[in-house]
């Protein structure tokens, strides 16, 4: 499976974006997806996942209520759907996926990765 993240930019506190990530490879119907997350300074960290075995969806608590994560299979994308953003949320978004049924919040679990798009939100 190889990634393609898109949709990064700037906004301002509150505003909304949409991230994309576009997959191509046969499996991924199959892959786990998820989204993370790296500000300057600090460690990659979980954001959002979904399982392909029943589509449940987790959170990282920074971001429940705010985001949404979703998938097309058919066209192959899937997506973060960010609301109500804060100058926190400011970070590179990193898409992954894993050929395996469970979701994870460790990155390292992932093997699968895209390029990264940056999000800035301004105060």
């Known amino acids: 499976v190889q990634l393609q993240a898109s949709g990064g930019g700037l906004v301002q506190a509150g505003g909304s974006l949409s991230l994309s990530c576009a997959a191509s490879g046969r499996t991924f119907s199959h892959s786990t997806v998820a989204w993370f997350r790296q500000s300057p300074g600090k460690e990659r960290e979980f954001v959002a996942s979904m399982r392909y075995i029943d589509r449940t969806i987790t959170y990282s608590d920074s971001v429940k209520g705010r985001f949404t994560i979703s998938r097309d299979d058919a066209r192959r994308i899937f997506y973060l759907q960010m609301n109500s953003l804060k100058p926190e949320d400011t970070a590179v978004y990193y898409c992954?996926?894993?050929?395996?049924?469970?979701?994870?919040?460790?990155?390292?679990?992932?093997?699968?990765w895209g390029q990264g798009t940056l999000v800035t939100v301004s105060s």
């Open positions: 992954a996926a894993r050929t395996n049924p469970y979701a994870s919040a460790r990155s390292n679990d992932y093997r699968y």
